[in-house]
């Protein structure tokens, strides 16, 4: 069998020769995104606006009737889109619904609209066994959403740190602001399109930067051995050889990811359609970031053939001169 080539050996893409027009548009999208967060805000689940979640197993039945529960739970009054989804056996249910602005922080509406809903689960299914009935209020989550901003900051940070440490600390600045790019063009699309941000988003933001992390350091890895390598090539002409040599490598990477991606966004559970579009989103933008956000910004922060060699100190250099070394300033 013949190896599966789709990107040709020795590409020579100019990715760098439209750098300016691309950091243009990227910085206007994320204008755009955070725009969009301050002004049109974010649709919070019940892990972020408080709500109830209550768990049932259907004992009669070998699996739960989903779109039934959807059906005439979401009909019931002072209750919008419910979130069901299956919880551990096929016949168990977790059902969470998000309490409406004018009685969040309201106990005893909150009561009243789960007794509501559990009413009508045992009036339409005599033998629903209700496994647990909880409250999200909201003081829990407004520490959850507190906590998923300190989650989300850390893991930057710590990034960022560990590139400066393995790099140099233009490296660092650099995959910190393609991270940035990437967290915010996310942020943004589920504020334009009002989709439920809850916790499952969170962990989708964190596998966002893992990936897009991930096709940095290749790429920065790649730059590094050829600063060694070319020492007298010019930054732009190597920042394109270094993307160039691992292009092979990121689009195999992405297309199998896709592979995966793809038919679960068509036809997987309306639960989890949230989660698999920040994720396919964030291949797309992680990609782009990665060779046109991290690699450019290394021309503007100075980087350069002598970033990775050694400084020598005017005694080491004297001494060298002195033991019959070459002096490169001569």
Request: aromatic share 10%.
């Amino acid at each position: 069998m013949r190896l599966l080539k789709l990107v040709p050996d020795n590409t020579n893409i100019k990715f760098l020769k439209f750098r300016v027009p691309f950091y243009v548009v990227s910085l206007l999208l994320i204008a755009a995104s955070w725009g969009l967060v301050l002004t049109k805000g974010l649709n919070y689940g019940v892990d972020f606006a408080g709500g109830q979640e209550i768990l049932a197993t259907f004992e009669d039945r070998p699996d739960a009737p989903i779109p039934e529960l959807r059906q005439s739970i979401g009909a019931l009054p002072e209750i919008g889109e419910p979130v069901i989804q299956r919880f551990g056996a096929e016949n168990q249910v977790s059902i969470r619904v998000k309490l409406p602005e004018s009685v969040q922080g309201d106990k005893e509406a909150a009561d009243r609209i789960k007794s509501m809903i559990v009413g009508s689960l045992q009036s339409d299914y005599p033998s629903i066994r209700i496994d647990g009935a909880d409250s999200v209020s909201g003081k829990v989550s407004g520490e959850f959403r507190e906590k998923a901003v300190y989650a989300l900051l850390a893991a930057m940070i710590a990034i960022a740190l560990y590139i400066w440490i393995r790099f140099e600390w233009q490296f660092g600045v650099g995959a910190l602001f393609a991270l940035f790019h990437d967290v915010s063009l996310t942020l943004g699309m589920f504020s334009l399109f009002q989709m439920e941000f809850g916790l499952q988003i969170i962990a989708a933001i964190l596998a966002i930067i893992g990936y897009s992390l991930n096709d940095t350091i290749v790429v920065y890895d790649r730059i590094r051995e050829n600063l060694k390598k070319y020492r007298r090539m010019p930054l732009p002409e190597l920042l394109d050889l270094s993307v160039n040599e691992t292009l092979a490598r990121t689009v195999m990477t992405s297309l199998t990811l896709l592979v995966a991606l793809v038919p679960l966004l068509a036809f997987g559970p309306a639960s989890l359609f949230g989660l698999t579009a920040a994720i396919t989103l964030g291949i797309f933008v992680g990609t782009y970031s990665s060779v046109y956000m991290a690699a450019p910004i290394l021309i503007w922060l100075g980087v350069n053939s002598n970033s990775f060699v050694p400084q020598e100190t005017v005694a080491e250099r004297q001494d060298r001169i002195a033991r019959g070394g070459e002096d490169p300033a001569a």
